[in-house]
Each structure stands twice: as C-alpha cells, then as structure tokens.
C-alpha cells in the first residue's frame, strides 16, 4: 500500500511541475500552431502588427485576427497541413479561433494600448519583445512589465518634436528637459482605477 501512496505522490508531483511548466506560470498551448515569423516574413502582401492585430491603434485591445483573415489565405482546395486543417475546420464552425492570453494586467491595473500606440508611437516590441521571430506560439510572454518598467518609462518620457523644438532654439541646442511640456502621469490613479 504504502509503495502507491509513494507513487501517487510523485505522480502528482510531476503533473503539478508540467502544469505549471517547472517554477513558472502555467504554459499556454494555442489551438493552433501560429507563427508569427512565416507570416511577417512574407512579402507580398507584408504585414504590419497592426494589419492582424488591428484594434491597438483604436482601443485598449489589441485583438485577434478574425477567422476569415486566416481563411483569405488558408483555405481553398484540400488542406496542405494538420493546422489547415483545423483552420478550415474552425471556419465552418463560424465564430472565432479560440486563442488563449498569454499575459493579462491584473484587473486593478488599466492599460490602453491606443494611447501607447498610435499618440506615443511605442513600438510594439518595447512591450512585448521579438514577436516577430517566433516560429511557434509562445508558452509564455517573452516579456512582461511589472509596474517599476511601465513607471519608469513614464517618468522618463520626453515627447520630441514641437515642445522641444521651441525649448532648444530659446536654449541653444542644448538637450533639454522640457519645462512645461506635457508630463506622462505616475500617479498611483492613472494606472489604478
Ligand atoms: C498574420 C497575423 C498576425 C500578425 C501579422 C501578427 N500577429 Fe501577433 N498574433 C496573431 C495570432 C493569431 C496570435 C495568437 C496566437 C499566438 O500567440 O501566436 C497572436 C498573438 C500575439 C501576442 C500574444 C498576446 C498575448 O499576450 O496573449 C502578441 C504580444 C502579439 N501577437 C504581438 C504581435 C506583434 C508585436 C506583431 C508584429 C511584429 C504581430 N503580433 C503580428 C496574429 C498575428
Ligand atoms: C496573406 C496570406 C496569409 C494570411 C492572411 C495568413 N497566413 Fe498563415 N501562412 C501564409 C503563408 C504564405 C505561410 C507559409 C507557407 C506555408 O507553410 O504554407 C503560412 C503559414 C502558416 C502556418 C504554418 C504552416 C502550416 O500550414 O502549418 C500556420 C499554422 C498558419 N499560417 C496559420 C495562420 C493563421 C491562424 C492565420 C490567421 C490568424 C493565418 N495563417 C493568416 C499565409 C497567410
Ligand atoms: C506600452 C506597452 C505596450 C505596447 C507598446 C504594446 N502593448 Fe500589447 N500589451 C501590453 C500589455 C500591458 C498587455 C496586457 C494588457 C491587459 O492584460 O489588459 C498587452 C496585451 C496585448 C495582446 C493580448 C491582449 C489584447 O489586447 O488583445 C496583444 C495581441 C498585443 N498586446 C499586441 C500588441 C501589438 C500588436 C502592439 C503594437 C501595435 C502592442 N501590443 C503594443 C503592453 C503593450
Ligand atoms: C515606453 C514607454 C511606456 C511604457 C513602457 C508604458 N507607458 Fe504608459 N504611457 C506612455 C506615454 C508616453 C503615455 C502618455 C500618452 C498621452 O499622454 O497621450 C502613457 C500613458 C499611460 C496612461 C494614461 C493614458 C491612458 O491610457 O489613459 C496609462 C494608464 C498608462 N500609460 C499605463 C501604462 C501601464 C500600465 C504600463 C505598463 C504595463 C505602461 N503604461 C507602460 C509611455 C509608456
Ligand atoms: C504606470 C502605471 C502604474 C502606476 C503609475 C502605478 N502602478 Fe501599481 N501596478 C502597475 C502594474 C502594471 C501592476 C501589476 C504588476 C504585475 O502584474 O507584475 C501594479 C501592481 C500594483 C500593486 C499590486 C502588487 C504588485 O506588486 O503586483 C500595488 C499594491 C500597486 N500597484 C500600488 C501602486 C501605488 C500605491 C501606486 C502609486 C504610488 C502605483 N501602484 C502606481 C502599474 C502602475
């Protein structure tokens, strides 16, 4: 008896350790085996982040493609792969692919990805790292902010053009840290709402 209470336990043990993939966070499996690099690699037609994930210019989500995206290029004639397969599987279902987050703020935290794309023209990779190159769909973020990188960029902001145009003919070209020019909040209720 006491050999399979053993066993049980070191059973466990090693589900446990999958699950949460070794001291990490739980690894993500996506439904289907994307690659960011295939795609971006592409020259005609080429893409963009912004081309799939189309909402970060207009709201606080990025989002997903659409199905029908996929299928634009994905279907037609017999399926060459298992992932187009189920591509075209998922089409005839109708309604989206069901893809998993693989990094999400607490919900104390707001974040809008408008303001950050499309007024400060952050790049994408600043946040997110080298999506680009990936060949399958990460288990995990690449990268992740915690709240001291999302604060210090925003203390350190400098917004270029105008203001500080205006600023360095008065000072003579010298780098300046601009007086007035509109500073990025640190306040605890920018982030916390
Ligand atoms: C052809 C469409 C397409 C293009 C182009 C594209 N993506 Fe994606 N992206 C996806 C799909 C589909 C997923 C979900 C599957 C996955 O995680 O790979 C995704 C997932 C992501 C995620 C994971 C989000 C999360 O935390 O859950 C990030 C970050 C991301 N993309 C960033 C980028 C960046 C940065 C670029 C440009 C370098 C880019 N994507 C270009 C389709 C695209
Ligand atoms: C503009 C056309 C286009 C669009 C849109 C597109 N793909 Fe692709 N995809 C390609 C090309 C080209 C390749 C690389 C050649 C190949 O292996 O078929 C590729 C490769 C792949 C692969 C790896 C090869 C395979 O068949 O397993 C997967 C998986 C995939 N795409 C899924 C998607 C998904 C999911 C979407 C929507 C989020 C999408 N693609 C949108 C053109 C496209
Ligand atoms: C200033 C940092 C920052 C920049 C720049 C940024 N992101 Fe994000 N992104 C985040 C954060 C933070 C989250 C998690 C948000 C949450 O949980 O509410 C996220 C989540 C996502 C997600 C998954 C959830 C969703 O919103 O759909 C995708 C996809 C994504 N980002 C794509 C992009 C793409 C593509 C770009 C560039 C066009 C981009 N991000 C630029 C910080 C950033
Ligand atoms: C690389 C620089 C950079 C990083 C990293 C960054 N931000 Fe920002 N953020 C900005 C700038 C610039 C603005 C000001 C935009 C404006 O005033 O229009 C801003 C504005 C904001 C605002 C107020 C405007 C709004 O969207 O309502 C919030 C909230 C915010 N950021 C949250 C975050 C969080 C949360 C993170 C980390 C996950 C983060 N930011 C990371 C540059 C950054
Ligand atoms: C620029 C955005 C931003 C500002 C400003 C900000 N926070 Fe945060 N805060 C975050 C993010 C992002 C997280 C989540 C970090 C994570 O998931 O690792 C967080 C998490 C927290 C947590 C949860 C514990 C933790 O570390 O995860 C507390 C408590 C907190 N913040 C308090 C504050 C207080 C107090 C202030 C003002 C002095 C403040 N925050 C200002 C973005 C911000």
Request: aromatic share 8%; proline share 7%; charged share 30%.
């Amino acid at each position: 008896m006491r050999w399979i209470g053993l066993a049980g336990l070191a059973v466990i043990a090693l589900l446990a350790w999958g699950y949460w993939g070794g001291w990490g966070e739980p690894a993500v499996r996506q439904p289907i085996e994307f690659p960011h690099k295939a795609h971006l690699e592409l020259k005609d037609p080429k893409f963009e982040c912004t081309t799939c994930h189309d909402r970060a210019e207009k709201g606080p989500v990025a989002g997903r493609p659409s199905t029908k995206k996929c299928l634009s290029c994905h279907s037609g004639g017999k399926a060459k792969s298992a992932e187009e397969k189920k591509i075209q599987a998922f089409g005839e279902k109708g309604g989206d692919i069901p893809w998993k987050r693989v990094w999400r703020l607490p919900s104390h935290v707001f974040f809008s990805h408008r303001t950050h794309v499309a007024v400060a023209k952050v790049k994408c990779q600043t946040c997110h790292g080298p999506m680009e190159t990936l060949a399958r769909p990460p288990a995990r973020a690449l990268k992740k902010l915690a709240m001291d990188a999302c604060i210090g960029c925003h203390e350190k902001w400098e917004w270029p053009q105008e203001t500080k145009e205006k600023e360095t003919k008065e000072e003579e070209a010298k780098p300046v840290k601009v007086a007035g020019a509109r500073r990025v909040s640190i306040d605890c209720n920018a982030c916390h709402r």
